[in-house]
């Protein structure tokens, strides 16, 4: 069966420290990835998506980059964080290229920037 | 480009009461269609998903949603609330591609004893 995991569960960073939060995903191949983000009673906001190594799907301009190494790795990066960069960070995956279309969630990050 | 409405950000039920979250899309094709709930501080589980076929689907714990083209409606419900259900569920949308969901704001149930 396919696990995803990501880390770390927590995290309190600095105003402009730099950020790196990995997301890998066992159990199939050439899924997709995606980044999402919670702020406090807010929905879930798409930050990137991935449907192979080396491809990359922006969806909201920001301090934020995310990275795709290996067929199953997922990496969100900052060089220097916001204080609105925090929230709790979602990574999912889906089959890459056949039906259903649903999405599956990791545990989450809980960024606090202080 | 799809869009949901979840109605209602906040609801309150007693426990063994019906409980209905209400999901509204917008997609220019048939669409995908999911259920998703989230306890606090974890992911998002699947709870149900709609893709061709029956209109009323059968999802985890109990929860059922009904597909309904005519309302652009997919309304989630459980016939008795139980205190564990106390959490937020979101609805969303596939994408033509499915490569992207666009999910409701959330909607979170509270289970009063």
């Known amino acids: 069966s396919q696990t995803i995991h990501q880390w770390p569960a927590t995290l309190v960073q600095p105003v402009g420290s730099p950020l790196s939060l990995e997301c890998t995903v066992e159990?199939?191949?050439?899924?997709?990835l995606y980044w999402y983000r919670q702020a406090a009673g807010r929905g879930l906001q798409l930050l990137f998506y991935?449907?192979?190594?080396?491809?990359i799907s922006s969806e909201v301009p920001q301090n934020l980059s995310a990275s795709r190494p290996q067929d199953r790795q997922f990496i969100l990066s900052s060089k220097k964080l916001l204080l609105s960069d925090s929230g709790f960070y979602l990574c999912?995956?889906?089959?890459?290229?056949?039906?259903?279309?649903?999405?599956?969630f990791g545990p989450g990050t809980r960024l606090t920037v202080t | 480009a799809q869009s949901v409405t979840q109605l209602g950000s906040h609801v309150s039920v007693s426990e063994g009461a019906l409980v209905l979250l209400r999901c509204n899309y917008s997609?220019?094709?048939?669409?995908?269609l999911f259920w998703y709930v989230q306890y606090p501080n974890q992911g998002l589980q699947l709870l149900l998903k709609?893709?061709?076929?029956?209109?009323l689907v059968k999802g985890i714990n109990g929860f059922e949603a009904e597909f309904k083209k005519s309302e652009t409606s997919f309304h989630l419900t459980k016939p008795s609330a139980h205190m564990s259900d106390a959490a937020e569920y979101f609805c969303?949308?596939?994408?033509?591609?499915?490569?992207?969901?666009?999910f409701g704001e959330g909607t979170q149930l509270t289970v009063n004893p």
């Open positions: 969303a949308v596939s994408d033509v591609s499915g490569s992207r969901l666009t």
């Open positions: 709609y893709t061709t076929g029956a209109t």
């Open positions: 159990g199939t191949s050439n899924p997709n």
């Open positions: 997609s220019s094709v048939p669409p995908y």
């Open positions: 999912a995956w889906r089959a890459g290229h056949t039906t259903p279309y649903e999405q599956y």
């Open positions: 991935s449907v192979g190594i080396g491809q």
